[in-house]
């Protein structure tokens, strides 16, 4: 009887169709910017070999925890963040609308990302490569006011296609296809890159599998003590963005799937897919800025992807034309399939929250966001700011919009759900719905040391430091 109940809201709420469907559509959203322009970035700064090795640990205990509660409270209630945490606890739900902000804070910006990654692909196509390899090009870019605000507008309206067509029809459908696809681009770019050879104008010639060594022997030059724990907390903050945990994303994606569905399995496969992703990017991207030029062009973020790679692709000649191509095409597929998941989110609390149908949910939030999405593109033009954020850095509209919702908000929410989870509920609440169908939960004795202990205590010191506010030994 509860069965067939619970069958048909979930036909109503929509569901993905098994195990597969439901591991392409997370991987879709934990695989994005994040591992293409962040990861490498970090593995380049903090030791090679050193920061993946502590990467990898991280993510098969923190990232395991964090992984497996959220999608086990999602598939336990059957809900999103807001009437989830609501349900395991009444007095928390103020936990589960904080949730619910990450998202909404998210998609504005987003999409003004992936209009960058748009523009790309339309400069490469149109055989513009070498003019993106100009220092002014994507300055210019995201200053026009115009063009700029088109591109966020092409690639928001591309998401709220998607996410209007439902869970089964436009999001596992999607994440289907262009999962796989991006795998093997990135997989082709990675290898083409450790054939490269360049000799610059001193006559030293760099080789990729030269490039390949710099990114994977550890480095332990210059180690000490607050080193080592300024390199874990980096590689702490990552893996939790680089998994969309704590911000409702995998609740409301686990509330899609059937009791039949392996929850521990599915998590190792998700983070082999995503960490896979995560050292490919270094793969490819690592040796090919060692290459042309040196490894001390490495730089972070947007300017890494916009800046620096458009350069090496000039440098690679004709070829870099297509390899620039497939790259800003695999990055878009990555964001949008990411992007995908934060506007889902939302429009699945939103669902629960009014009772209004996907369809007019959807078209609603959409114009809420174009137009949010404009005034962030707009953020580098016509509302231009220095905003200082408290880690010291000056920061526009979207760097602030990340700041909030990533540096402050995640560890914050991490720390409340695993008292919530480690303390009040019980992890025996998320233990038996990982076993429930018989399903073997073989690390249940770890997941519970660390909910209730280890991940509090690292989430704490994270959000401390996110406020300005260094643990003493962070201090110099
Ligand atoms: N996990 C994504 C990445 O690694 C980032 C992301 C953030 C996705 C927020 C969805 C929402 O880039």
Same mark, same amino acid.
């Given at each position: 009887m509860s069965n067939t109940k619970s069958k048909k809201s979930h036909r109503r709420r929509g569901s993905f169709t098994g195990q597969i469907g439901f591991v392409m559509a997370a991987a879709g959203s934990a695989v994005g910017v994040g591992n293409l322009w962040r990861f490498p970035y970090l593995a380049a700064k903090d030791g090679g070999g050193l920061f993946?090795?502590?990467?990898?640990?991280?993510?098969? *205990?923190?990232?395991?925890?964090?992984? /497996?509660?959220?999608?086990?409270?999602?598939?336990? *209630?059957?809900?999103?963040?807001?009437?989830?945490?609501?349900?395991?606890?009444?007095?928390?739900?103020?936990?589960?609308?904080?949730?619910f902000l990450v998202p909404v804070i998210i998609m504005t910006y987003y999409a003004v990302i992936g209009g960058w990654i748009t523009k790309y692909i339309v400069t490469f196509l149109t055989g513009q490569g070498e003019a993106a390899a100009a220092d002014d090009?994507?300055?210019?870019?995201?200053?026009?006011?115009?063009?700029?605000?088109?591109?966020?507008?092409?690639? +928001?309206?591309?998401?709220?296609?998607?996410?209007?067509?439902?869970?089964?029809?436009?999001?596992?459908?999607?994440?289907?296809?262009?999962?796989?696809?991006?795998?093997?681009m990135i997989i082709a770019i990675a290898v083409f890159t450790l054939t490269l050879?360049?000799?610059d104008e001193t006559g030293i010639t760099r080789t990729g599998m030269q490039g390949l060594a710099v990114y994977l022997k550890p480095n332990f030059e210059g180690l000490t003590v607050r080193r080592f724990l300024?390199?874990?907390?980096?590689?702490?903050?990552?893996?939790?963005?680089?998994?969309? !945990?704590?911000?409702?994303?995998?609740?409301?994606?686990? @509330?899609?799937?059937?009791?039949?569905?392996?929850?521990?399995?599915?998590?190792?496969?998700?983070?082999?897919?995503? *960490?896979?992703?995560?050292?490919?990017?270094? +793969?490819?991207?690592?040796?090919?800025?060692?290459?042309?030029?040196?490894?001390?062009?490495?730089?972070?973020?947007?300017?890494?992807?916009? !800046?620096?790679l458009p350069k090496i692709?000039?440098?690679?000649?004709?070829?870099?034309?297509?390899?620039?191509?497939?790259?800003?095409?695999?990055?878009?597929?990555?964001?949008?399939?990411?992007?995908? @998941?934060v506007l889902e989110t939302i429009v699945a609390n939103c669902m629960e929250l009014f009772g209004t149908p996907r369809h007019a949910t959807t078209i609603a939030l959409t114009i809420i966001y174009t137009a949010a999405s404009v005034v962030v593109a707009l953020g580098y033009s016509v509302f231009y700011a220095e905003i200082p954020?408290?880690?010291?850095?000056?920061?526009? /509209?979207?760097?602030? +919009?990340?700041?909030?919702?990533?540096?402050? +908000?995640?560890p914050f929410i991490s720390l409340l759900s695993a008292i919530l989870i480690g303390w009040i509920v019980g992890s025996k609440w998320i233990i038996s719905e990982v076993e429930y169908g018989g399903h073997p939960f073989k690390h249940k004795r770890l997941y519970t040391t660390m909910i209730r202990y280890v991940v509090p205590a690292v989430m704490l010191i994270l959000f401390l430091e996110a406020v300005g506010f260094p643990a003493f030994f962070l201090s110099k």
């Open positions: 993946i090795l502590i990467y990898l640990i991280l993510t098969l *205990t923190f990232g395991y925890t964090l992984l /497996i509660s959220d999608i086990s409270i999602g598939r336990k *209630t059957g809900k999103s963040s807001i009437k989830a945490y609501g349900q395991m606890n009444a007095k928390w739900s103020f936990l589960g609308v904080l949730t090009y994507f300055t210019g870019f995201i200053t026009s006011p115009g063009e700029s605000s088109l591109y966020a507008v092409i690639f +928001m309206l591309l998401t709220a296609f998607i996410v209007f067509n439902g869970v089964e029809k436009g999001i596992e459908k999607c994440s289907r296809v262009l999962m796989p696809l991006m795998l093997v050879s360049h000799t300024l390199i874990l907390l980096d590689a702490m903050s990552q893996i939790f963005f680089s998994l969309s !945990v704590s911000m409702g994303i995998m609740i409301t994606y686990g @509330s899609y799937i059937g009791k039949d569905v392996d929850i521990n399995e599915s998590v190792h496969q998700i983070e082999f897919f995503d *960490t896979g992703v995560a050292l490919l990017a270094g +793969m490819m991207i690592i040796p090919a800025i060692y290459v042309f030029s040196g490894i001390d062009g490495m730089k972070a973020g947007p300017s890494l992807m916009f !800046v620096s692709f000039a440098s690679m000649g004709g070829l870099g034309r297509v390899v620039g191509l497939v790259f800003f095409l695999m990055a878009a597929f990555a964001a949008l399939t990411s992007c995908v @998941s954020l408290p880690n010291g850095s000056i920061g526009q /509209i979207l760097d602030l +919009m990340d700041y909030i919702s990533n540096s402050l +908000m995640m």
